[in-house]
């Protein structure tokens, strides 16, 4: 029973740690810097990121972008029920990197939010996404630079939803360099 306790509190503080560290927007970028979406991602992928095991179905989409079906599953002694969530991604090129705009869930209460993030593809096919900085972000946000709803915030954390306008979020995504803004990893994902 111990074990299982602490299981359990070790995937909600993995699953709170990743969802704080990737802010969410209500805008996607500039309709100007779309770039086709790469089809290489098409297809079945599977990884395992801090004890969560995730699919994902990648499939072409509406207007130059892909869809995601992403089914996710605990570790499975923490006795937490799989979900599933679907995402589009647009894609853009910001200063020659290429970024996706994820449309999805929010974390806070699940209505569809704009995450920002960049991708590895290995040597092996293997593709790490990295999403943007919290950190990055925030500075922006608490000096008054870059709008935002605060949604709550802890003595270290602050949540917020971005409402700026893309080109203000645009700013911030060429102020930062690339190592430094994307610095959240998610994978590998490897083909299935």
């Keep these: ?3 299982r306790l602490r299981r359990l509190f070790a995937v909600i503080i993995t699953a709170f740690a ?3 560290c990737t802010p969410e927007s209500i805008r996607h970028l500039p309709e100007n810097l779309r770039i086709p979406a790469d089809a290489r991602l098409i297809g079945q992928w599977r990884a395992q990121v801090l004890g969560n095991q995730h699919e994902a179905t990648v499939t072409a989409g509406d207007d130059d972008t892909l869809v995601v079906a992403l089914r996710s599953a605990t570790i499975p002694s923490a006795g937490v029920a799989p979900w599933e969530t679907r995402h589009v991604l647009s894609f853009f090129d910001v200063n020659g990197t290429r970024v996706i705009a994820e449309h999805g869930p929010g974390m806070v209460d699940g209505n569809p939010v704009y995450r920002y993030a960049t991708y590895d ?3 092996d096919g293997a593709v790490t996404l990295r999403y943007a ?24 954390f602050y949540d917020f939803l971005m ?3 893309a080109n203000e979020i645009l700013r911030v995504l060429r102020a930062v360099p690339p ?3 994307y610095d959240v990893s998610f994978g590998p994902f490897v083909r299935q």
Excluded: C, N
């Design 133 to 156: 900085s919290q950190t990055e972000f925030s500075r922006y946000i608490l000096s008054l630079r870059l709008q935002a709803e605060i949604r709550s915030h802890g003595p270290v």
């Design 179 to 181: 190592a430094r803004m």
């Design 1 to 3: 029973m111990k074990m």
């Design 163 to 165: 409402t700026a306008y």
């Design 18 to 20: 990743a969802g704080a």
């Design 121 to 123: 593809v290995g040597t």
